[in-house]
């Protein structure tokens, strides 16, 4: 990848274009990208893998717990722990498949598969949120008959502090990877957590008060959480696999854009950008002067691409389509050595989200 000619040293004085070849060398930082990316998989790998050995020892931890005590609550609480180790195999199963580079029948690579996880698990905690509520309601219309309660409360806070440190983990990891799977296993770890505190609360109750319908009720409002928690990893699964803008992305290129400008490229409009996975794939306009020959735009765009990425830390490739420049843009522009320039320039405003994503862009004047 060709590094981006250097960037002018002062702001509010045209530059000279840069001449073809002219610090246009490889470009380290596109190295570094590679690098960077290469660690988020294994992170990514690392951290599926622990989710999965965690969830199935906290599964047998609950299991044991149900039996001791026979608590509805406590049952809910193993149940979607159940729904915890699927969803972290089908999160390790699709990781492993999104790592897969691009072929002739996935051009753009595998990385939807993670959207797909996300669904499936959000699924997964719908479909525990109903089980929950039915063994609820049974146990509120023919009554709860609870044993060893002690035991059954150290066991679930055991357990809860456990996920509580793992949906965490998981979630740290998964925003330093990219990785919509990783964030989507470690919501569902964090509801669990929630359930086993809805969970602790109930058996607290009924270990003061004698009265075992708070254990149902306990796990009623838990299947009733466990509910809105699946419907919005659905609903956030469902938008990446339709390709929903993700603002904060763009405006994280956008900034890119901005510390990587140098001569020529005048102005960026018409982005879009959708990400597959932790892969992003962006295509913008590029104005650029319209004398320059294709060869000249060629390497100065290839230039930009690699300066663009390492700059904002994206994985992944940017597609440019080249428009030639208009007069009234000649204000922003600091071409020095410009043959057709009608006006001084005025100063490079900064680039924002909304000018990025127009059909064109409007000139503003520097100050």
């Known amino acids: 990848m060709n ?28 190295t570094a990208v590679r690098g960077v990316a290469g660690v988020g998989a294994r992170l990514r790998i690392r951290a599926a893998c622990v989710s999965l050995v965690v969830g199935l020892l906290l599964l047998g931890v609950k299991y044991v717990a149900y039996v001791a005590t026979g608590s509805a609550a406590i049952l809910s609480d193993a149940l979607e722990s159940i729904t915890n180790v699927v969803g972290a195999g089908f999160a390790l199963s699709g990781l ?9 029948g996935h051009p753009y690579g595998h990385g939807k598969i993670e959207y797909m996880s996300a669904v499936f698990e959000g699924g997964l905690i719908s479909f525990a949120a109903v089980l929950v509520v039915w063994f609820s309601v ?4 023919f009554g709860a008959q609870l044993e060893k309660i002690d035991l059954g409360l150290l066991l679930t806070v055991a357990a809860g502090l456990v996920n509580a440190a793992l949906g965490v983990y998981l979630l740290r990891a998964g925003e330093k990877a990219g990785s919509v799977t990783l964030i989507a296993d470690g919501r569902h770890v964090l509801a669990d957590f929630k359930t086993s505190l809805g969970i602790v609360v109930g058996l607290v109750l009924v270990r003061i008060t004698g009265a075992t319908i708070f254990d ?31 603002t904060a992305l763009l405006a994280r290129i956008v900034a890119a854009f901005d510390a990587s400008s140098f ?45 663009v990425l390492a700059a ?38 900064p680039l924002t989200v909304e000018e990025a994503r127009r059909e064109m862009p409007v000139p503003r004047p520097s100050g």
Request: charged share 25%.
């Open 96 to 104: 492993l498949f999104a790592r897969r580079p691009p072929d002739e």
């Open 138 to 141: 049974q146990e509120l219309i």
């Open 312 to 349: 904002g830390e994206v994985d992944g490739e940017i597609a440019f389509h080249i428009d030639p420049c208009r007069r009234e843009l000649c204000g922003v522009c600091d071409v020095a050595d410009c043959p057709v320039r009608r006006f001084p320039f005025e100063g490079r405003p």
């Open 263 to 307: 001569p020529g490229i005048i102005r960026v409009h018409r982005l879009r950008a959708i990400r597959s996975g932790s892969i992003t794939h962006a295509d913008a306009h590029l104005i650029v002067p319209e004398y320059w020959t294709v060869e000249t735009a060629h390497d100065a765009l290839t230039a930009f691409e690699a300066a």
């Open 3 to 30: 590094a981006r000619p250097a960037a002018p040293k002062d702001p509010g004085r045209p530059q000279s274009t840069p001449k073809l070849g002219e610090s246009l060398t490889q470009d380290p930082s596109a």
């Open 216 to 246: 149902p009720l306990a796990a009623l409002a838990v299947g009733l959480n466990l509910a809105w928690t699946g419907a919005r990893l659905v609903r956030h699964g469902a938008g990446g696999l339709l390709d929903e803008e993700d």
